[in-house]
Each structure stands twice: as structure tokens, then as C-alpha cells.
């Protein structure tokens, strides 16, 4: 599965608020790109199909949004890394992996992990 520029910012912006309303994340979106709140709320819904943010209602206008880190999000992490290796080799992920401040710990274990699965997948086919 493949995310969009907005799509990514989107959910940047969900992972950096923890859980937050359409609102809170259309201003978090705003400080890096002009963008419409429609168009912020159209891409939470998308995210919110393709199983990548959860939904807590608090009422029927109040409602709020958060990764959901399961097996969709978890699919677009190893699709990103992949494309990551096939674009910049493994100069990329030397870099990140040498530069752990740039990451959280746990981005650091999952991409670490990505690496070993890739690894492993590789060594399978050659």
C-alpha cells in the first residue's frame, strides 16, 4: 500500500499528537503545508479505511483519531522501507540507523527489524 504526500503528513501528524481531533490534526498539518481542513478530514477518512487510524467518538461532533499500529500500519512501514532500499541503497538506512537521534526507539527496533526481514528475504532468493 502506497501513501501520498497529505496522507503521510496526516499521519505524521496523528503519530506526533498521540490521539487528537480533526481539528488539532489540521493545525499540526499547517505548520509544514498550506493545505485545506476538508481536505485534512478526506485523508483521515482514507486512513481511517485503509486501517491505519482508529476512531474514538466522544459524542457525535466529538471525535478523535490515532494510529493504529497493527497489521496494515506495520505493511506500509515494510512498503516504505522497501521502496527506501530500492531508491537509496542501503545508505539510507545506514544513516538513520546511525544517526538514532532522527528516530524514536521504537521507530529504531522496527526499522532494525524491517532490515533483518529484508535480509532474510534476500538471502532466500539469491
Known sequence: MELGDLEL???RAVRTLGEA???DVYDEVRKSRDVAYTS???TLYRLVDKDLITVRRQSEKRVFYRIKDGR???KVMATMVDSLLDTFGGAAVS???ENP???EPAQEATLRN???QRRKKESLHA
Open 9 to 11: 503528513a496526516v499521519l
Open 95 to 97: 544513516y538513520l540507523l
Open 40 to 42: 485534512v478530514t478526506t
Open 114 to 116: 524491517e532490515v533483518k
Open 72 to 74: 496494515a500500519y506495520r
Open 101 to 103: 537521534d532522527r528516530l
Open 21 to 23: 481531533s480533526s481539528g
